[in-house]
């Protein structure tokens, strides 16, 4: 499972290093939004800075769901998705592979959508071991679900708009968990954030696991 | 002589429509089987059934040893298949395609040098995505990457398509090298000239069945003996004799 873990996530990665959808649709994309919801809230900084930690995680999950859709368009083109069916991996490898193909990607994104808070948006950073964590579990949670709902949309002719309806209802305890963590982390009040990364812990480990558990089904039903 | 496939009154569905109606086939152990008929006949489906894509109805299906019935995604790693798609990732060199597929079947990375040079795809072309080769290059990477898995089964569907002369010489001389080898080879095409020349078995489909079978000395004509001429999914399910 592992080595075919391996297998996918070099080759995804490999192919969006070469494409660079990441790097020239997707962090513009992030970015985008962190401005538009600038030009929305005002100039007042203060108030930027207090509805930072929401904006980071939405500009994230609107984001994750185009590196999903990616991550699913890949395998469409020119029977791909039959090829890495008959390809003899196993299917939990598959899931691994690609979920961490776009854990690699969010994490990138996370850093320049994190920058821009600070920036734009006057955030301080007060508790960067509390950002990281709850970072890095929001996005293996972000993407075990990605992987999960995308397998059921990927094979329907109406995916790419199907996906953010599945998809980003299902993240609301990452939105949730997310915010309150990073508003822990910023107004310095550490301790308040270890329940919401408890939360984000058992979102990841529960999805985690169901991916495991289904990918191979869902990827032979849709 | 082992039977690489035994399929006796095998039924496919897809959308409810009897692609397959009652296929029965046995194809030996290192035997080149060329399947013919009419478009909509069932031979992609076939080679779907063989590979594990298409799930069996009722009926019986054992290929490699592997129930179809019971395990159809067990079969997979056994077997390459040629499709109509290409299965490559275009922004993937075609070496690295090839080194996927080996990746994938568990080989060594070593065997895709000799794959692309097989097909004549060396230099600068080795080192381009596959999004920017020609179709007729394409389809030569997917025959590399299909002659580095060294399956035991190769399912071609129209394998000539795309090809000019030249590629079409290397892919008989692959198949011909394969099957001396031992592999066992099923072939659907259109280009009767080319693939009975391949051929130690010819059987003819129509309707979702196999309708002829004959040697390749003596090859049926389509819609010949039996051959209703209808499309598979022309039959209704109640005309299905294998389908409860």
């Known amino acids: ?222 | 002589m082992a039977l690489a496939a035994h399929l006796s009154a095998a039924v496919a569905l897809a959308d409810q429509f009897p692609v397959l109606a009652g296929v029965d086939l046995d194809v030996a152990e290192g035997e080149v089987v060329v399947v013919q008929g009419s478009n909509g006949a069932g031979k992609t489906s076939l080679l779907r059934l063989c590979c594990g894509l298409l799930p069996l109805t009722s009926g019986e299906a054992e290929v490699l040893g592997v129930d179809l019935g019971r395990d159809r995604v067990g079969v997979r790693r056994k077997v390459a298949l040629l499709g109509h798609a290409s299965f490559l990732y275009d922004d993937l060199t075609a070496a690295e395609n090839v080194a996927f597929a080996l990746r994938c079947a568990r080989l060594a990375r070593s065997g895709t040098a000799g794959a692309l040079e097989a097909f004549e795809l060396t230099g600068r072309v080795q080192r381009t995505p596959v999004g920017r080769l020609s179709a007729g290059q394409r389809r030569r990477v997917a025959l590399a990457s299909l002659v580095a898995r060294a399956a035991p089964l190769w399912l071609l569907d129209e394998p000539h398509a795309g090809l000019d002369a030249h590629a079409r010489d290397l892919l008989d001389s692959a198949v011909r090298n394969a099957a001396a080898a031992g592999t066992t080879v099923i072939l659907a095409s259109h280009d009767a000239e080319r693939s009975l020349a391949l051929a130690d078995r010819v059987v003819t489909m129509a309707g979702g069945c196999v309708v002829a079978s004959g040697s390749s000395a003596a090859p049926r004509a389509l819609d010949a003996n039996g051959t209703d001429g209808r499309m598979a999914g022309e039959r209704t399910l109640a005309e299905v004799p294998h389908v409860a």
């Open chain 1, 1 to 222: 499972m592992w080595r075919d873990a391996w297998t996918v996530a070099a080759k995804d990665l490999r192919i969006e290093l070469r494409s660079r959808v990441g790097v020239n649709q997707v962090v513009p994309f992030a970015v985008l939004v962190l401005l538009l919801f600038a030009f929305a809230l005002g100039p007042d900084r203060k108030a930027l800075a207090s509805a930072a930690a929401g904006l980071f995680w939405l500009a994230v999950l609107f984001s994750a769901v185009l590196a999903v859709q990616r991550s699913f368009a890949i395998e469409s083109a020119d029977g791909a998705r039959d090829g890495l069916r008959l390809s003899g991996l196993d299917p939990a490898g598959i899931f691994l592979g690609k979920a961490a193909a776009v854990v690699v990607q969010l994490a990138a994104l996370e850093v320049v959508v994190g920058a821009g808070v600070v920036v734009l948006y006057g955030a301080h950073m007060s508790g960067v071991g509390l950002v990281l964590g709850a970072s890095a579990l929001g996005t293996v949670g972000i993407a075990a679900a990605g992987m999960a709902y995308g397998a059921i949309a990927s094979g329907l002719r109406v995916s790419e708009t199907l996906l953010p309806l599945l998809l980003l209802p299902v993240v609301v305890p990452v939105l949730l968990a997310g915010t309150k963590t990073w508003d822990a982390a910023l107004t310095g009040h550490l301790a308040n954030g270890m329940p919401w990364l408890r939360l984000l812990a058992l979102f990841a480990i529960v999805y985690s696991a169901l991916g495991l558990l289904a990918f191979g089904p869902l990827l032979e039903a849709s």
